[in-house]
């Protein structure tokens, strides 16, 4: 049976997560637009980006295009999986299999 | 630790609006550069209605319409592995069906009220298309209605205010209108 992942559930890494997880082939998605779909603010999306990295359920690769710094983020292949387990017992909770 | 039915529902919800605004987002980063083209297209267009005898402007727009449409395959193929193939094949066929409705519309209006004077056939390719991305924005991606109400309106200020130059009116203000939208919609 799946589990809650308490990592995961917290409001903005949920969004986070949900945001990558809707990336085709765990393509990389660029932090402003991570900030926007998210719609978080710079620091709080760093904080919890930080915790998702350190977890292994996302990459965070920074490079420059011109002089410009990019800091790109994707899906790890543990986080897809741990992701998709998440959302798979909050279907189950839903649909009466768990909770009240 | 468990979590109540409405908090996990509540979970899902926020799930699929966040993907779902990913793609509003996404869509507007690939329409961004294709609507910047068209306005420049348009912006030709008028103007050579405004320079060329009308004998010419046919040829005119066929050209630059065919410029249009190879821009707009070109600058989609970025959006290629958004979507599924199938996806794609449906949404191409889609948009052909839609297009083409379009310019049918537009053929038989002029059939049917026959304008007297250029500016009416100046003017109302601006209506249709402000029309049809208003109707675009309400029903899927909501920056499209603010297009499409700019549009119009354009339209209609140059047809009450400023007839004797309209079609460059149209040039400046229609394609002028779309270059700003698309780049509107590209930093989204």
């Known amino acids: ?6 990592l995961i559930h917290q409001p903005l890494r949920l969004k986070i997560m949900a945001a990558l997880h809707a990336e085709r082939d765990a393509e990389p998605v660029e932090f402003s637009r991570l900030k926007a779909v998210t719609q ?19 990459e965070i690769a920074k490079d420059f295009v011109g002089k410009k710094p990019r800091t790109r983020v994707a899906l790890t292949p543990v986080g897809r999986k741990a992701f998709r387990r998440h959302v798979d017992y909050l279907r189950a909770v839903v649909e009466g299999v768990d909770g009240d | 630790m468990g979590i109540s039915k409405s908090e ?4 899902l919800a926020d799930i699929e609006s966040t993907a779902g605004r990913g793609r509003l987002l996404k869509g507007y980063q690939i329409g961004g550069p ?14 050579a209605m405004g320079l060329l005898a009308p004998d010419r402007w046919g040829v ?18 970025r959006g290629k592995r958004e979507v599924a193939a199938g996806a794609r094949a449906a949404n191409g066929w889609k948009t052909a069906a839609g297009a083409f409705a379009i310019l049918a519309f537009v053929a038989a209006t002029y059939a049917v009220f026959r304008p007297t004077s250029v500016e009416p056939a100046i003017v109302f390719p601006g209506l249709v298309t402000g ?5 675009v924005g309400v029903a899927f991606a909501p920056r499209y209605l603010w297009i499409g109400a700019a549009v119009s309106a354009a339209s209609l200020v140059g047809w009450f205010f400023f007839q004797p130059w309209l079609a460059f009116w149209m040039a400046a203000v229609g394609g002028g209108g779309l270059f700003v939208g698309g780049l509107w919609l590209r930093r989204a």
């Open chain 2, 34 to 47: 294709i609507l910047m083209a068209w306005g420049a297209v348009w912006a030709l267009g008028y103007c």
């Open chain 1, 1 to 6: 049976m799946a589990q809650l992942d308490e």
């Open chain 2, 131 to 135: 029309l049809v991305y208003a109707g």
């Open chain 1, 40 to 58: 978080a603010t710079d620091g709080n999306l760093g904080s919890h980006l930080t915790t998702l990295e350190k977890a292994g359920y996302v």
């Open chain 2, 60 to 77: 005119s727009w066929l050209v630059l319409d065919a410029i249009g449409v190879a821009a707009t395959i070109l600058l989609s193929r």
């Open chain 2, 8 to 11: 996990a529902a509540s979970a």
